[in-house]
């Protein structure tokens, strides 16, 4: 540790690492100190000069004389004194919860603002860029922010805070560590000195938030600094809306998220120095890596990677094709690999996107197995994966052959598992959440006596799809059924039948019903912006979805009524039914 001076207030510095290697400047919140950055500073050291300091009345380093030189102008003089204490022309400033505020007002202030090679923020935007949220916002987003903020009020009113920070605020800490963030306190973190920090601290909200959030004339826009900004998604002190705005003010943005709570430097700190070190690496001059490139990209999904099955045709191509016009890299997998390439060679034509071509038997667990382990291999890890591959057998239930089970389980059901387990094992270690989307159908609630294999088969799909739900919450991977009713697709002419005259009339009726795929496909989109459970799509899904929770025996007598005029067309068709 050594000192450095500036104004009244000394502050204590402390480094580590090679002299010679590029500055990462560790800048801390409130209530922590340096402290709270020493396991991602030990992951650093080994390439980059890691320098810490605690803020003015934190930690070693001493308050001000005067209580109310906690304004931004006393704060980025701090952090210009310590840049020029290091004698390099500039830094990497990475800062967390009032750190990183600090870090977006020093970005746009002359004199420090030069002095930073990039910045990153755990958390969401500076004052300037919520201040003009809240005044332009929407006014559910704003709101919602406001009762995430309410703290920031109680903290602005006399003595009461001062009280709380002598008697249950540490402890509060301590115990919000260990439940909601899973973090075991540990020397160091929280810091012996937490009661005199909190209240000495207490004076950021009080000489910042009135003046910088209120005044509608401070200038929210950056110079172009490269600015990482990494969201934790369960933060609950800022909302996805805050944090979207920073887009707008910062010209050169990436964007991450990491499924953690506010202290995410303690409860994932390979995570959090893995995209430090990238960002800076890169801004150094290496190669950009997979995942930071997709974190530049732009569009509703710009930068994700999405895997399709079933790609080649119908809803498969329709969603590959809408995930690539809102700026995804797309994998088309289909059993059909001319299918696939057309799909993609259409999407590089028609769109401008990205999108690969690999065939893969879904049903088949060792191609599923070499599928998926390629895909991260060579891609990385999927944000979205769409299992989307079926089959259909329109058959009375004794004559289903064996064959007909095992191929619509193996392709219907086992297809979907082996998506989800490989890829939603992929998805959860790596620890920044996704989406798996699995294609259900009408039939997952709607009796059939003529589609009995399918109908179980979907009715499996939308029950595992619902315990996956609960089980991936916690990791961030939402999980969606989609359950469209007749659509327009290839599936009609490709079911089995037990005549050619039951084909081309299912194949006409279905033309006739006139539902595009790609109308399935914007509620695949909308379900993955949403994270919704279950989507009925089009009018007879919707109708069936509620009637099966209303009136299940009404559903049961739709099906029985549904198959007199097919069973009069089997029997007069079918030799073997006129025998019987």
Known sequence: MRWVKSGDVRLAVHEEGDPGNPVVLLLHGYP??????????????????????????????????????????????????????LDVPR???????????????????????????????????????????FRHGRRRDVAAQRLRSWYIG????????????????????????????????????????????????????????????????????????????????????????????????APELWRRKIVAGHWVQRSHPETVAGMIGEFVEHVEGAPAGRELRRARARGAFGGRLVVVTGAGSGIGLATARAFAAHGAEVVCADIDLDAAKQAVDAIGRDLGGTAHAVRVDVANADQMENFSRNIISEYGVPDIVVNNAGIAVAKRFFDHSLDDWRRTIDVNLWGVVHGCRLFGAAMAERGQGGHIVN??????????????????????????????????????????????????????????????????????????????????????????????????????????????RVSPRAMRGVARLSVVAENREIMGNDRSYRRR
């Open 154 to 249: 109680a903290f602005l009113l006399p003595v009461l805070p001062e009280l709380a920070w002598r008697s249950i605020m540490p402890r509060l800490v301590s115990r919000t560590l260990r439940r909601s963030e899973g973090v075991t306190p540990r020397p160091g973190h929280p810091a012996d000195t937490m009661a005199a920090d909190g209240r000495n601290g207490l004076w950021l909200y009080r000489r910042n938030m009135p003046d910088t959030l209120g005044d509608p004339g401070l200038d929210p826009c950056l110079p172009a600094v490269p600015v990482q900004l990494i969201e934790p998604t369960r933060d609950p002190f800022v909302t996805p809306a805050l944090t979207a705005v920073a887009g707008r003010w």
């Open 439 to 548: 294609v259900a159908s009408l039939a997952a609630f709607a009796p059939s006596r003529v589609l009995p294999a399918y109908s179980a088969s979907k009715a499996a799909v939308k029950m595992l799809s619902d315990c996956l739900r609960a089980e991936l919450a916690g990791q961030g991977i939402g999980v969606s059924a989609i359950c469209p009713g007749f659509v327009s697709t290839a599936i009609a002419r490709n079911a089995a039948y037990p005549t050619e005259r039951m084909r081309e009339e299912a194949v006409r009726g279905l033309a006739r019903r006139g539902y595009p795929p790609e109308r399935v496909a914007a509620h695949i989109l909308r379900a993955v912006h949403g994270n919704e459970a279950v989507v009925p799509v089009n009018l007879e899904g919707k109708i069936g979805y509620v009637l099966s």
């Open 32 to 85: 922590d100190t340096h402290r709270v950055w020493d396991e991602v500073a030990a992951l650093l050291r080994d390439r980059f000069r890691v320098v810490r300091y605690d803020v003015r009345g934190a930690g070693a380093s001493s308050p001000p004389h005067d209580r109310r030189d906690y304004g931004f102008d006393r704060l980025i003089a701090d952090l210009g004194a310590v840049i020029d204490s």
């Open 91 to 133: 830094v990497h400033l990475v800062g967390h919860d009032w750190g990183s505020l600090q870090g977006w007002e020093a970005l746009g202030r002359e004199g420090v603002g030069g002095r930073l090679a990039s910045f990153t923020s755990l958390g969401g935007p500076g004052l300037r860029q919520a201040g003009d949220f």
